[in-house]
């Protein structure tokens, strides 16, 4: 599972007993978090009975199983890293700003300048590439982009007629990784898959893009991915984005 804690979980009441029941409900044994700033992990691994890497930053693992390694990196934008099941498995959380379908949907801009915009993401995402190294590896996380699996010609008309191979996705890409949600579900017209956003629809009075910005991304042929699907929202939802779960077998 990655879930965007939304800061912890400090925009509802009872955050943390409102994440760990959202990590039960879902039936994940391994959670890549974001926003998990301070001991959110081990408050959120405390309350489930779980392991975790506690890092005391804004990327965080907790999990059903114990962890055999822990690691960590400043690259990246800060990634957690955790051994697990012989597994090494990366939480990761890439730089916000400036935020591609602004870009695209409210500025109008040419692709030069979406590609120029996108660049430090697409250097974090190379960076975390080059850090993971070889496979097996389930690196999981908020991208804050979307996927150039998304934005297509198929898709031109819901993504403010642009087709854009985003950076950091394609970063993976290019690395070998499959993004285990698209490959389950292949058309993506059909399945849009959109993370961002079940609270935040409108932005200073502009509509708010909605998009696919949260990934489960994996290499290596002892891992298949048998099913992905999006998890949350509603009125007890703790998160502004809706988290993803996917199934491998190995």
Not at 101 to 108: F, G
Not at 172 to 200: C, I, K, L, M, Q
Request: hydrophobic share 30%; glycine share 10%; with cysteine.
């Amino acid at each position: 599972m990655t879930f965007n804690t939304w800061n912890g979980g400090t925009h509802v009441s009872d955050g943390i007993g409102k994440i760990s029941s959202a990590i039960t409900s879902s039936g994940a044994d391994v959670v890549a978090l974001q926003e998990s700033n301070g001991d959110v992990a081990q408050r959120v691994a405390d309350r489930l009975g779980w392991y975790t890497t506690a890092t005391g930053t804004h990327v965080d693992i907790v999990s059903r199983y114990p962890i055999e390694k822990k690691d960590w990196t400043s690259s990246g934008n800060g990634v957690a890293a955790a051994k697990i099941k012989g597994f090494w498995i990366y939480s990761v959380h890439f730089n916000y700003t400036k935020y591609g379908p602004y870009n695209a949907c409210w500025d109008n801009d040419s692709y030069e300048t979406i590609y120029a915009d996108e660049a430090l993401r697409g250097q974090q995402a190379k960076e975390t590439v080059s850090w993971a190294g070889g496979s097996p590896a389930i690196v999981a996380g908020d991208f804050n982009s979307p996927s150039q699996l998304d934005w297509t010609t198929k898709t031109k008309s819901s993504h403010c007629n642009s087709v854009v191979q985003w950076p950091a996705t394609k970063a993976f890409w290019d690395g070998g990784y499959w993004d285990s949600y698209r490959e389950v579900h292949p058309d993506e017209a059909a399945t849009p898959g959109n993370t961002w956003s079940p609270v935040v629809k409108e932005t200073n009075g502009k509509r708010e893009p909605q998009d696919r910005i949260d990934f489960i991304q994996y290499k290596g042929s002892t891992l298949d991915a048998t099913s992905s699907t999006t998890v949350g929202g509603g009125p007890n939802w703790p998160s502004d984005h809706l988290a993803v779960v996917t199934t491998f077998t190995y």
